[in-house]
């Protein structure tokens, strides 16, 4: 039995009730933000705009379209609908997103013949009316909607109406129109329409992907720091989010100049270095990370992790003109330790996630083997432009 009907009602009616909220059923009229729903012109071949459930005004037969010879009176003449409204409030440097869902008639589309057209009647539309509203307010949990809550809302909104017109013969038993009209009118004053805040949004995003572009430099300390200059250049990467935990890889493209000139070896090769001569290291490193601390502007994760880089100098000779082989270093693994501090620039949560723009300062330490110059610790510090998104727990984009 609907939520709605507190009065007797027979055990087939019942049956009939059980089997709409369990069996599909039709799905109610649905449109995305329909500023003006009229697909339909009316006789005089203007267009009416969409009439909005409003607490302090009920339908009148100005919301219809005359049609000479009507007969039937059900709700398949009233063409209501659940309009679907993107809102946005933002605050500091968070947006929230979500929809407003709001039930409308159609005055184009929903028909009253004008020459048998009654009070009655009408008062019957308004239940319908009020019911769908109501239906609206019982099956979500906010000012916005899931595929569960859009289902639940047609298969209920369904079985208050075939309730609704079976026991009042289609507005014809007015005392059974006013009996629902007054319990309709209750129920719609203990249950408000949840209006918009953002707490609504308030949830624990656990689980995401972001990418980042970063300024990278690497200063290589003590031992090594009279053979090469700092290394800068660029780094890009990918971030996978797991709770708290955060996973980090990255590739890096990083220049410099080489100080000294030298034949520099191990036990496989040799490698003839020239002063001044450009130098390029290119590698890659996986982090796992920890979400120590954070809040609205800021999140704090230590990270340590493993590396490999190469170690090349340019190939080309600015003085012959010409091309010779680059001399290259056998990868040179490296551990490291650090933290990331990632600063919020801006957030957009909705019911399902969260995307955010992230400005990110890297400080790391790192301990390299390296064959040509031993084992050295290099600074690393970077800054970089974190984009992604997060979602709930259970959600799926």
């Not at 705009?49 to 919301?63: G, K, N």
């Not at 933002?90 to 020459?115: C, G």
């Not at 308030?202 to 572009?213: M, P, R």
Request: net charge negative.
């Amino acid at each position: 039995m609907s939520p709605i009907i507190k009065r007797r009602t027979t055990p087939r009616l019942l049956l009939l009730q059980f089997a709409t909220l369990l069996l599909p059923c039709h799905a109610f009229g649905q449109e995305a933000v329909p500023e003006m729903i009229s697909p339909l012109k009316s006789q005089d071949g203007s267009q009416k705009p969409a009439v909005i459930w409003q607490e302090t005004r009920d339908l009148t037969w100005d919301d219809f379209t005359p049609v000479e010879g009507l007969e039937s009176t059900s709700r398949n003449n009233i063409r209501m609908m659940l309009r679907r409204t993107p809102r946005e409030l933002k605050i500091k440097n968070t947006t929230y997103a979500w929809e407003e869902h709001t039930i409308a008639v159609n005055p184009n589309k929903s028909l009253y013949n004008p020459q048998t057209a009654t009070d009655g009647e009408l008062r019957y539309f308004n239940v319908l009316f009020d019911i769908a509203e109501l239906a609206v307010r019982l099956t979500n949990d906010g000012p916005f909607y899931d595929e569960d809550a859009d289902r639940l809302f047609n298969r209920y909104v369904n079985a208050c109406m075939d309730a609704f017109e079976l026991e009042s013969g289609y507005g014809k038993y007015t005392d059974v129109v006013t009996e629902y009209e007054k319990e309709v009118k209750e129920q719609l004053e203990n249950n408000p329409r949840k209006e918009f805040s953002p707490e609504m949004l308030d949830a624990d995003f656990k689980n995401g992907f972001s990418e980042h572009i970063d300024y990278t430099n690497n200063t290589i300390l003590g031992k090594g720091a009279d053979i090469f200059q700092p290394f800068n250049g660029f780094s890009m990467g990918m971030d996978g989010y797991f709770n708290k935990v955060k996973v980090d890889g990255t590739i890096d493209f990083l220049w410099s100049r080489t100080l000294v000139s030298g034949l520099f070896n191990d036990t496989q090769h040799d490698y003839d270095w020239v002063q001044g001569r450009k130098t390029e290291k290119f590698g890659a490193s996986l982090k796992v990370g920890y979400r120590l601390y954070s809040n609205n502007s800021i999140a704090l994760y230590p990270v340590a992790g493993i590396g490999f880089y190469d170690y090349r100098q340019n190939s080309k000779d600015p003085e012959k003109k010409e091309e010779r082989l680059k001399s290259t270093i056998a990868s040179a693994p490296c551990w490291t330790v650090g933290l990331d501090t990632d600063w919020t620039l801006s957030r957009k949560i909705t019911p399902a996630s969260i995307g955010f723009n992230v400005l990110r300062l890297k400080l790391y330490g790192t301990y390299e083997k390296n064959r040509i110059i031993g084992d050295v610790w290099l600074l690393n510090a970077g800054l970089a432009y974190v984009f992604g998104f997060k979602t709930k727990p259970g959600s799926i984009l």
